[in-house]
């Protein structure tokens, strides 16, 4: 287990992690997969094009 000081209020979640303090620690609950706890990016111009040459 990792431990650092940690201030939820400077933090930025998506809506599937929690956090909850208690007297003696932080705690963030996360989901199992990674692909919950990322957020979505628009493409890039370049991711874009790269997609389109690649499908080709």
């Known amino acids: 287990m990792t431990t650092r000081e940690f201030n ?3 933090a930025d979640f998506n809506a599937t992690i929690r956090v909850e303090r208690t007297e ?17 990016r628009k493409p890039s111009l ?3 094009l790269a ?5 080709a």
């Open 8 to 10: 939820p209020r400077t």
């Open 24 to 40: 003696r620690a932080t705690i963030l609950a996360v989901p199992r997969s990674l692909d919950d706890f990322t957020r979505e």
């Open 46 to 48: 370049l991711g874009r």
């Open 51 to 55: 997609d389109m040459f690649s499908a």
